[in-house]
């Protein structure tokens, strides 16, 4: 299991810090924290990304 900080998930999803902490407060984006840390499982990630671009193919 691979965790990465905010920079990292913002960087492996080619969008802005902002936009990262939008997604998480919408529920979009899984993630924990560890005392003010904000971390994400590489694997979950992977997960988002996957079904969005299933999403995008059925519209």
Not at 14 to 31: A, D, E, F, H, N
């Amino acid at each position: 299991m691979r965790i990465l900080t905010s920079y990292e998930a913002a960087e492996m999803l080619r969008i802005s810090m902002p936009t990262l902490y939008r997604y998480v407060q919408q529920g979009l984006i899984p993630c924990f924290r560890i005392g003010r840390r904000t971390l994400f499982r590489y694997e979950e990630l992977e997960a988002v990304v996957t079904n969005r671009l299933k999403e995008d193919k059925h519209v």
